[in-house]
């Protein structure tokens, strides 16, 4: 055993309290070591010691003594509790937590509503930078002849306000396409009005192809070229014939790139010239070699170049529109009732009955935080009127 367990054991050494074990391991320690027998020794000396005095007289009203004593101190640690648990106390504390409850909160909302009307006057200035291009897909998906001038005006506005750095007087280069899926009845039908559509506007039709599915459906795909200020009525004009499955248009600005290009002809043009008139100056046959190389890299650049222009030119005066004309299949009576949209609508129920659900818990906890407040005060005050009634 160590010194420091022994030294706390000796007084239950002494008085023979331990078992037997814990006896004989003291011992064989206190035989091994000087320090704790000298300890031992002092407290068996100690103990005799006391063992023999007399046995000391209290007072003969040592008992009343005490027992005064006692009450008194019990009076005074009474007095220091109810001190401690006094109600002044408590409402004081309770009164600071709820304004502390309140400062916070008020502080939270304000300093919400300020990031907030920060977030708003940020999205205010992208929403009016994208304006136009919202109202021209916006018209685009709902249609209407009456919407097509306004349709071309907003594309045109929009684009106005993009590439700033070329000069007023150039004219914009804007490439247009669209995707169109009508279902109709007749698909034999709505192809001879898509060629009389055509025609009205001086388009053509590039490619068509026809396919029937083993459900009978019929589709017809047809892609359509029309002049790119007639992009907008005519889409109007097709949007009418028949039920719209999807539609998606597409405007691109290239006036940037096309003006680039055309500057990179010049110049490599310019560059054509100057090597065809030292072609003219050279004198032997190796310089001769070197600039027919370099005047052969300088057109192969000028025709390529040349053939991007032609591409983009034809497709800014020429617009695309990929038309797909889908038969309606017939369905029986419960073929109708139970489509792909009952199917839809019984989602579409479902998710709106849950999003209403979780509406109303999270209200319900909103409102419950608010009055929290009020409730704790209330209560407080009740707790007040049953201590001052006692």
């Known amino acids: 055993m160590q010194c420091y367990t022994v030294k706390k054991l000796l007084n239950l050494y002494i008085d023979e309290e331990l078992k037997e074990k814990s006896m004989n391991s003291i011992q064989v320690h206190l035989d091994s070591c000087e320090k704790c027998r000298l300890e031992y020794n002092e407290l068996l000396y100690t103990k005799r010691l006391l063992e023999n005095m007399p046995p000391l007289e209290l007072p003969d009203n040592f008992g009343e003594t005490l027992h005064s004593k006692l009450v008194e101190e019990k009076k005074k640690l009474d007095i220091m509790h109810n001190r401690r648990r006094s109600p002044k106390g408590i409402f004081a504390i309770a009164a600071a937590v709820i304004t502390s409850i309140f400062v916070l909160s008020f502080g939270f909302n304000f ?83 898509i060629l009389n559509i055509s025609k009205q506007y001086n388009g053509y039709i590039e490619s068509t192809s026809e396919n029937t599915s083993e459900n009978g459906q019929k589709t017809v795909n047809i892609v359509l070229k029309i002049p790119a200020d007639d992009f907008e009525y005519a889409i109007s004009n097709i949007k009418s014939l028949g039920h719209v499955k999807t539609i998606r248009i597409n405007s691109s600005d290239i006036t940037e790139q096309y ?10 043009e310019i560059q054509e010239e100057s090597l065809q008139s030292l072609m003219k100056k050279a004198s032997n046959i190796s310089d001769i070699l070197q600039i027919e190389d370099k005047l052969n890299d300088v057109q192969t650049q000028i025709d390529s170049y040349k053939s991007q222009i032609k591409l983009w030119d034809s497709m800014t005066n020429m617009s695309t529109i990929n038309l797909t004309f889908l038969s309606v299949v017939p369905q ?38 608010y009055l929290l407040p009020f409730a704790i005060l209330i209560y407080l005050a009740y707790k007040g009127y049953r201590l001052f009634k006692k």
């Open 111 to 193: 300093l919400m509503n300020n990031i907030n009307d920060r977030a708003f006057k940020g999205s205010s200035e992208t929403s009016l930078n994208t304006k136009s291009a919202a109202n021209y897909s916006t018209e685009a998906s709902t249609g209407g002849k009456e919407a097509a001038p306004n349709l071309k005006n907003d594309v045109y506005n929009g684009l106005n306000q993009i590439n700033r750095g070329l000069d007023s007087g150039y004219e914009r280069k804007i490439t247009k396409d669209a995707v169109i899926s009508i279902e109709t009845n007749s698909v034999d039908e709505g192809y001879d009005k």
């Open 332 to 369: 029986s009576a419960i073929g109708k009732i139970f489509d792909e949209s009952f199917f839809k609508d019984v989602l579409n129920a479902g998710a709106k009955s849950l999003n209403v659900f979780f509406e109303f818990i999270k209200y319900v906890i909103v409102i419950i935080i």
């Open 259 to 268: 003006y680039d290009v055309q500057a990179r002809i010049k110049n490599l």
